[in-house]
């Protein structure tokens, strides 16, 4: 048995490509995958591009 449910689903056939597409996140301004996840003081989650510095939430 796996130990993270990610590794359940590599084990299924065709799902390298979704799993990509799903987990994969980039940046609306500049197109990079260089992205960090920030928590607000109120709980909000917001994300910075630390290759140009745009910020979205």
């Not at 987990?23 to 992205?35: E, F, K, N, Q």
């Amino acid at each position: 048995m796996p130990a993270s449910i990610l590794g359940e689903v590599d084990d299924l056939p065709g799902t390298e490509v979704i799993r990509d597409r799903i987990t994969r996140l980039d940046c609306p301004s500049c197109g990079s995958a260089h992205v960090a996840q920030l928590l607000g003081d109120n709980g909000g989650i917001s994300y910075v591009c630390t290759a140009c510095g745009h910020s979205w939430s």
